[in-house]
Each structure stands twice: as C-alpha cells, then as structure tokens.
C-alpha cells in the first residue's frame, strides 16, 4: 500500500539556520505530494503541494521538489525563524480523495 | 469561509460516559474526514465520508466508536462507552474532492477521559 517516511525528530536549529526535513513515499502511480504544518494547539494547515514529477512547490521560503527517480519530496528553508518551530508532516495523495500522512516531524528554533 | 468547525474544543469526561463530536465542513467540499491524533501512534484516519456517505471506515479502532453524516454541512462522531485510551485530539477535515487531496482540518477536540 501507499506509505510516506519522515525522518525522526525533534530537528532543533539556530536562528537562520538551513534546514532540511526528509520525506520519501512508497505509492503505484504518479501521486500528489504535500507538505503540511501543525502550530501548537491548531489543526494541519497545508504548506505547500506538487502534483508531477519535478514539480517545485514553495511557499514562506520553504521548498520541496517532487524527484519521481528518488520516490523523495524533502522539505527545505534556507534561514529559519523561531516562529517556524511546529510539527512538519509529508502526506501523499494517489488521485483518490484519502491523504496518507507521515509520523511527523517536530522542529524547534532557538533564537 | 469560517473554515472547518469542530466543537467541542476541549471535553473532559468520566470513562464509560458517551461522548459526541462534532464537525461543520467548508461549504460545498464534498469529501470529509476523521483523525485523531495521539504522541504514541500520530495521525490516524478513522474513516471518512465521499458526499455524505462512508467510504472506509476501516480506521474506527473499534464498535464503542461510530460516525454520521446526516447531510452536507454536519457530521459527528461518538464515542460510547469512552476509555482512558480514547483521550487523544480529535481532527475533522474536508476536502473539494474530486482526487485534488488538499484537505483543510478543523482546529480539533482534545478529549480527556478519566
């Protein structure tokens, strides 16, 4: 079945610091790749989406590119605030109407 | 659009009493869902609703657990009898459907029981 794998946090960073989330899925077909964010005491907000192989998805100075050859669709910013500590989850969606999320990955910025 | 709404946000109840969630989608999605969340196990879907009607329930832990959908704007879910191991918070989201996959969550219920 399908299946996404986040890697384990807590990721805890610097101010301005790169970050990296990795994501890589087990899916048949060509499915949508998403990037959802869970501030503390809300529900999902989606981050930002791809719909093709290498297809780039950005949004607040977070990125992800669909790579079909690598199954991956990791999830970068080049200088993270302390406001974007939350938990990070990758989700796919394989053209039917259900997401199948990773486990989530909690990230904390230091100032 | 207010969004999904979920009420209510917080419930504390004593084991064995029933519990009802509740949720109002985004008007015209068509497609509406139930997670809960717990540390130990993540996001869990439970089951969920394509026009109103269940698809795949196969997520219900078990039949103390039911949900409804009675028509396009309201849905719920009941717990009866409640367990400690049902404290968790409970996520409502819906979708437009039609294999798009963006899905928009309600803030969630934190159930406590005890």
């Known amino acids: 079945g399908n299946s996404v794998t986040q890697m384990e946090g807590p990721v805890t960073l610097s101010e301005e610091a790169f970050l990296t989330i990795n994501c890589t899925y087990t899916a048949t077909g060509y499915p949508s790749l998403f990037w959802y964010v869970q501030y503390p005491g809300e529900g999902l907000q989606l981050l930002l989406k791809a719909t093709k192989a290498d297809d780039k998805g950005s949004n607040k100075g977070f990125e992800a590119t669909y790579r079909k050859e690598t199954t991956s669709f990791h999830l970068e910013k080049g200088s993270v605030q302390v406001s974007d500590s939350a938990v990070y989850f990758c989700?796919?969606?394989?053209?039917?109407?259900?997401?199948?999320f990773g486990a989530g990955t909690i990230l904390r910025v230091k100032s | 659009d207010a969004g999904v709404i979920q009420s209510p946000r917080h419930e504390v109840t004593e084991m064995g009493q029933e519990v009802t969630l509740r949720c109002k989608p985004i008007s015209g999605h068509n497609s509406l869902f139930w997670y809960r969340q717990t540390m130990m196990r993540g996001l869990e879907l439970l089951i969920y609703f394509n026009n109103n009607v269940p698809i795949d329930d196969s997520g219900m832990p078990e039949d103390r657990f039911s949900a409804k959908m009675p028509n396009a704007s309201f849905s719920t879910l009941k717990i009866q009898p409640s367990e400690p191991r049902d404290s968790a918070v409970y996520f409502c989201?819906?979708?437009?459907?039609?294999?798009?996959?963006?899905?928009?969550f309600g803030q969630g219920t934190r159930l406590t029981v005890v």
């Open positions: 989201a819906s979708s437009a459907g039609a294999g798009r996959g963006e899905a928009f």
């Open positions: 989700a796919l969606s394989d053209g039917g109407n259900k997401l199948v």
